[in-house]
């Protein structure tokens, strides 16, 4: 991957983040197109473009982080039945959601 290339994944990840489309299937979509190996450095930047969106969040909704335990309660719940079905369905999923086609 070149630098032009890294450049126009950062752009897709930062337009499609707060979009109600996947910046993952965007960004997924765009290294096909522009023939990009997945090797383990383009893993590895596609991680830190999306570390950048997370840190975002936190920044912007940080007030509800400190505003107790309640937000935490609220998160584990959430999260507990989409991590079990993501461990049950990992490799259906990493089949059809992480390729181009």
């Not at 840190?55 to 335990?69: C, E, H, N, T, W």
């Not at 584990?76 to 959601?97: E, S, W």
Request: glycine residues 6%; neutral net charge.
């Amino acid at each position: 991957m070149d630098i032009i290339q890294a450049v126009i994944l950062a752009i897709i990840e930062g337009v499609t983040e707060f979009l109600p489309v996947s910046s993952t299937g965007h960004m997924i979509l765009t290294s096909s197109i522009m023939k990009i190996h997945d090797d383990s450095f383009v893993k590895t930047f596609e991680i830190a473009i999306q570390l950048g969106a997370i840190g975002a969040i936190v920044m912007l909704y940080y007030k509800r982080f400190l505003q107790g335990i309640n937000i935490y309660i609220k998160l584990g719940i959430a999260f507990v039945p989409t991590a079990i079905l993501g461990f049950m369905a990992y490799k259906t999923i990493k089949m059809y959601l992480f390729s181009p086609s």
